[in-house]
């Protein structure tokens, strides 16, 4: 009886051993730090399986010139830093409006440059602005008439940029050589061409006598000017 007692008590004793061992087994499903995906350290991972491990952060550098972002790699923000984004922001250029020279402004695929007309029938750069929204502004200019609408010599005079021209029909009773020549129009340019070209057209060349020569255009003839009048060869 007394050795049935013994073998009794040793057989709990070996029973209360073994569920002690099975009540401290670890849980599987999380390691010691609690990371919930385990396996890979967080500087290991790609940005998809960053985002979804709760333990690692996606290091991400924001463009400083537009709405980009990028993915800089993958840390534990418990023990690392965020990797640096040294070299990834975009530097900012200077707005369109800033520009001051054509040729720059035309060299920006992001800018447009802007004309204005001038009195010469062309135009002038005027500005730089934005492609995606142009802007131009063209200030009042108060042109001067042209040559041809100046009706007398008095005011064909006053413009430095024309000269007048004459005729001499020869007609009048006056002796003194070229008192015949009469104003006959305003021309372009503040000097007449007095060295003949090489006429194409069909035209008599004009009688000049006395202070007056004959003027030309690029193939014909112009008419009579004043010798004082004329361009220097």
Same mark, same amino acid.
Do not use: W
């Given at each position: ?6 073998a ?9 051993s ?15 730090r ?11 991972? =790609? ?25 800089t ?20 250029q200077?707005?369109? +409006?800033?520009?001051? =020279? ?8 992001d ?23 142009? +802007?131009?502004?063209?200030p ?6 042209p040559?041809?609408?100046?009706m ?13 021209v004459?005729? =001499? ?17 305003c021309?372009d340019?503040? +000097?007449?061409?007095c ?39």
């Amino acid at each position: 009886m007394r050795i049935e007692r013994i073998a009794l008590g040793f057989g709990l004793a070996l029973a209360a051993s073994a569920c002690g061992s099975i009540l401290q087994a670890p849980d599987g499903g999380s390691d010691a730090r609690g990371h919930d995906g385990g396996g890979a350290a967080c500087h290991d991972l =790609d940005e998809a399986a960053c985002r979804a491990r709760t333990d690692c952060t996606a290091g991400i550098c924001y463009a400083i010139c537009g709405n980009g972002s990028t993915f800089t790699g993958c840390y534990d923000p418990a023990s690392e830093t965020p990797p640096p984004c040294a070299g990834l922001a975009i530097p900012c250029q200077p707005p369109c +409006t800033s520009v001051t =020279d054509e040729a720059s402004c035309k060299a920006r695929p992001d800018c447009t440059p802007s004309y204005c007309p001038n009195c010469g029938g062309g135009s002038y750069y005027s500005g730089c602005s934005s492609a995606d929204n142009p +802007t131009n502004t063209c200030p009042a200019i108060a042109c001067p008439l042209p040559c041809s609408q100046m009706m007398t010599q008095e005011t064909c005079d006053t413009r430095p940029d024309c000269h007048p021209v004459f005729v =001499d029909n020869r007609s009048c009773a006056c002796a003194a050589l070229g008192c015949c020549a009469k104003f006959s129009r305003c021309a372009d340019g503040a +000097t007449a061409v007095c060295k003949a070209p090489s006429i194409v057209c069909d035209a008599l060349t004009p009688y000049c006598e006395g202070p007056y020569v004959v003027s030309y255009t690029n193939s014909c003839y112009e008419g009579c000017v004043l010798s004082t009048d004329c361009a220097a060869n």
